[in-house]
């Protein structure tokens, strides 16, 4: 994807409130491209320590990135539990980008 696609997903992300999480679709479909998921996986593959790459899913909760400890560390500190690779409660924590920005 190009830049403009780039700079739009990662500042859609950094809109994510903490103690909140929000899926890999849910993003493509805010910045136009509902069908460009695995795009948006392919933009985090690149960022700076203090990006909040960690409140980012896929659909159904889980986290699917290679750094699972990590994240799993990082949402813990925003009081979100993960159990087994799923975010508990996900439903309800989930921040929908198209209804909230």
């Given amino acids: 994807m190009d ?3 780039r700079k739009q ?5 950094r809109l994510i409130p903490p103690g ?3 899926f890999y679709g849910a993003i493509a479909k805010a ?6 998921s695995r795009h948006v996986g392919n933009v985090l593959r690149n960022y ?3 990006f909040p790459a960690h409140r980012v899913c896929n659909s159904s ?7 699972l400890q990590a994240f799993t560390i990082k949402l813990y500190r925003e009081g979100i539990e993960v159990v087994d690779g799923r975010i508990v409660d996900y ?6 980008p ?3 920005l």
């Fill in 91 to 96: 439903k309800n924590i989930f921040w929908n």
């Fill in 61 to 67: 909760g889980r986290i699917t990135a290679s750094c």
């Fill in 3 to 5: 830049e403009l696609f």
């Fill in 98 to 100: 198209i209804e909230e």
């Fill in 31 to 36: 910045v136009g491209y509902p069908n460009h």
């Fill in 9 to 13: 997903v990662f500042e859609v992300i």
């Fill in 20 to 22: 909140r999480v929000t």
């Fill in 48 to 50: 700076g320590d203090d």
